[in-house]
Every structure is written in C-alpha cells, then in structure tokens.
T-cell receptor
Framework: ETGVTQTPRHLVMGMTNKKSLKCEQHLGHNAMYWYKQSAKKPLELMFVYNFKEQTENNSVPSRFSPECPNSSHLFLHLHTLQPEDSALYLC?????????FGPGTRLTVL | GQNIDQPTEMTATEGAIVQINCTYQTSGFNGLFWYQQHAGEAPTFLSYNVLDGLEEKGRFSSFLSRSKGYSYLLLKELQMKDSASYLCARSGDSNYQLIWGAGTKLIIKP
C-alpha cells in the first residue's frame, strides 16, 4: 500500500469530453509529479510541482492542464484528448529523490 | 544523451537466481533507483544506490559501478510473486527529475 491515492482508477472518455484526474498524498512530501506510462516505453514525466509551484513542464500539449492547490493535492485536467493519449497516468510524490507512486488512472480515449 | 538501457524481457525459474542489468549515461549522475511494478499497479521503490558496490535487502540486492555506468538488480530464491516489471531510473541533472528505463518484464516459471 502507498500513501498516494488516485481517482478514478479507470476512465473512458470521448475526444470532446472534459475530465479531471485527482491525486492526493498523505506522506507530507513537498513535491508531486504527473507521469504518462505507455506500453513498453519509459515513464514520461509531464509535470513537477514543488511546494505548489510548477518547476517542470516537459513540452506537454495544452490539452493537459495541471493544478496544484496545495502540497497534498494534484489534479490533471483533460480536454479534447486524442486516442494516442490513452495510457496509464501515474501520480507520485517525494521529499528528496525517492518518489512514491499512486496506483494510476487507466485512461482510454475513444 | 541520457538513455537508460535494460532488457525488455527475461524468464527465470522459481527458486532460482536472476540478474537484471541496467546501463546509463554517466554525465550528471547522482544515483540509481530500482522499482518493481506488478501489472496494473503502482511502481514500488526497491533500492537506491549512490556509492559503488553491492547493497543487500533480503532476497533482493542492487549493485552499482559509477565509473562503468552500470547497475544490476539481483533476485534470489525467486517466487512466483516476483513476476513483475523492474524499472531502472537515474537521478537527472534537474532537481526532482528521474530518467527512466523502459523496464524489464520478468516472467517466473514453476
């Protein structure tokens, strides 16, 4: 079990829908991350927040919009996604180098 | 470059020993992580090596050679539950950013 939770665990959406992914960490960490995981590919870092401030944005399309209201919560707002955006979206948190992951949201875009 | 290379898939027998190798670019290196990820679940932290040598944690050990840009994860007395993907990651040049390998899928056979 981890101290990082994610909802929903599964999401199916059409290309015109708007949805949000939620992540919450109960570990007292100061940094939170969004990753995309596609089959047989390395984890792709999307966004990093440190003390609620965004420190990394790895050229992610604007149809993905992060929000970090406090150090414990992280959202990923989704709109007008493409089928190639279907993947497992993982949230993680860390205090220093070691990152702790949530169970992920399996996203399917139709 | 910052490539991390590890085998795509390995097969081993229950009760045996298996070594999963990982090579990485050495520039800007801080440390090397190993994570385990069961299908449909979150990656979970196994080990973090900063100094050269072997670190043992029960049935799992991790080795690092900084000069060679090489690490391995050694799993002893394999159990069926060890069937999972094993992810290698190195600390990157940016704070809080890890560079990930694509993972090694380990299949354990009776």
């Amino acid at each position: 079990e981890t101290g990082v939770t994610q909802t929903p665990r599964h999401l199916v959406m059409g290309m015109t829908n708007k949805k949000s992914l939620k992540c919450e960490q109960h570990l007292g960490h100061n940094a939170m991350y969004w990753y995309k995981q596609s089959a047989k590919k390395p984890l792709e870092l999307m966004f990093v927040y440190n003390f609620k401030e965004q420190t990394e944005n790895n050229s992610v399309p604007s149809r993905f919009s992060p929000e970090c209201p406090n150090s414990s919560h992280l959202f990923l707002h989704l709109h007008t996604l493409q089928p190639e955006d279907s993947a497992l979206y993982l949230c993680a948190s860390s205090q220093l180098d070691t990152q702790y992951f949530g169970p992920g949201t399996r996203l399917t875009v139709l | 470059g910052q490539n991390i290379d590890q085998p795509t898939e390995m097969t081993a027998t229950e009760g045996a020993i298996v070594q999963i190798n990982c090579t990485y670019q050495t520039s800007g290196f801080n440390g090397l992580f190993w994570y385990q990820q069961h299908a449909g679940e979150a990656p979970t932290f196994l080990s973090y090596n900063v100094l050269d040598g072997l670190e043992e944690k029960g049935r799992f050990s991790s080795f690092l050679s900084r000069s060679k840009g090489y690490s391995y994860l050694l799993l002893k007395e394999l159990q069926m539950k060890d069937s999972a993907s094993y992810l290698c990651a190195r600390s990157g040049d940016s704070n809080y950013q890890l560079i990930w390998g694509a993972g090694t899928k380990l299949i354990i056979k009776p």
